[in-house]
Antibody, heavy 116, light 109 residues
């Protein structure tokens, strides 16, 4: 059974870079769209972007200039980097396995707070 | 990409049905049959409940059903149970390999 687990710092200083990793267990990173989604406190979900197992990526246009998603097949991990963070980037960050139609497996989420 | 529009909250009594709407545009909900619905209990990750507008993953009770008409998708839960109390989010493929979520609906049983 495939499981996802996010990891990374829970506190990031304003203007610095947020870096998170998602470890995939119980299966390999193939075929799917490995996705990052976030949820600011008390708000809804926001699709950040994905990396396909082929290495192709696509990002939310509102974040595109600051986001990079990468893949490490040897470690069965994919990562998120978000530069120049502000308080608006404070959120719970989820990694998820995406198909073309939905996001069927999610990690438990990791809370990231941007401090000034 | 603008968020899909959902009612902030809905409520229903145990055993009664409730419907949550999700309104998009002709570029997302109206253009593709790739609407999915997620249930989120407090402090937990979202869980896929409906995909491809009306299909249920294994293990999801048939009390939950999905539909779509034009630019609006709907999730109906019949026979409400206490466990159904949660936040619900719709999501649609929006073309060019992008996805958009709704703002979420709090269901009170």
């Amino acid at each position: 059974q495939v499981q996802l687990q996010e990891s990374g710092p829970g506190l990031v200083k304003s203007s610095e870079t947020l870096s998170l990793t998602c470890t995939v267990s119980g299966g390999s990173i193939t075929t799917y769209y490995w996705t990052w989604i976030r949820q600011p406190p008390g708000k809804g979900l926001e699709w950040i972007g994905y990396i396909h197992h082929t290495g192709s990526t696509n990002y939310n246009s509102s974040l595109k200039s600051r986001v990079t998603i990468s893949l490490d097949r040897s470690k069965n991990q994919f990562s998120l980097k978000l530069t120049s963070v502000t308080a608006a980037d404070t959120a719970v960050y989820y990694c998820a396995r995406g198909t073309t139609n939905d996001f069927d497996i999610w990690g438990p989420g990791t809370k990231v707070t941007v401090s000034s | 990409q603008s968020a899909l529009t959902q009612p902030r909250s809905v409520s229903g009594s145990p055993g009664q049905p409730v419907t949550i709407s999700c309104t998009g545009t002709g570029s997302d909900v109206g253009a593709y049959n790739y609407v999915s619905w997620y249930r989120q209990h407090p402090g937990k990750a979202p869980k896929l409940m409906i995909y491809d507008v009306s299909k249920r993953p294994s293990g999801v009770p048939d009390r939950l059903s999905g539909s779509k008409s034009g630019n609006t998708a709907s999730l109906t839960i019949s026979g409400l149970q206490a466990e159904d109390e949660a936040d619900y989010y719709c999501c649609s493929y929006a073309g060019s390999y992008t996805w958009v979520f709704g703002g979420g609906t709090k269901l009170t049983v």
